[in-house]
Nanobody, 129 residues
């Protein structure tokens, strides 16, 4: 079965760290862009970060640069999102997603969640103040 399986997340105090994982099952991330998105209650889904696994290109939301890091372990077919210095406003459901986007367009389209056709189940991240 083709799916993305997420793990990680939970409750953390402000200033703490969490790591989210996104493992592919039934396919590999070769030539896929893997994005992380988040959605807080009452807010629109927003792009957090993206990794084009084949060449290692990374993209981040400007407001999150320096605190969040996306990476992959190709042997495990898994993409990670390391989140540091977490703030209460980072509280949201986090989703990973994958798409076969042309890499030359990613810088322009990676935040367009509608373009992703494979989604993880979502995981709650709650940051307490």
């Amino acid at each position: 079965e083709v799916q993305l399986v997420q793990s990680g997340g939970g409750l953390v105090q402000a200033g703490g760290s969490l790591r989210l994982s996104c493992a592919a099952s039934g396919f590999t991330f070769d030539n896929y862009a893997v994005g992380w998105f988040r959605q807080a209650p009452g807010k629109a889904r927003e792009g957090v970060s993206c990794l084009y696994v084949s060449d290692g290109s990374t993209y981040y939301a400007d407001s999150l640069k320096g605190r969040f890091t996306i990476s992959s372990d190709n042997a495990k077919n898994t993409v990670y999102l390391e989140m540091n210095a977490l703030k209460p406003e980072d509280t949201a459901v986090y989703y990973c997603a994958a798409e076969r986007a042309p890499p030359q367009l990613l810088s322009q389209v990676w935040t367009v969640w509608q373009a992703y056709d494979r989604w993880g189940q979502g995981t709650q991240v709650t940051v307490s103040s």
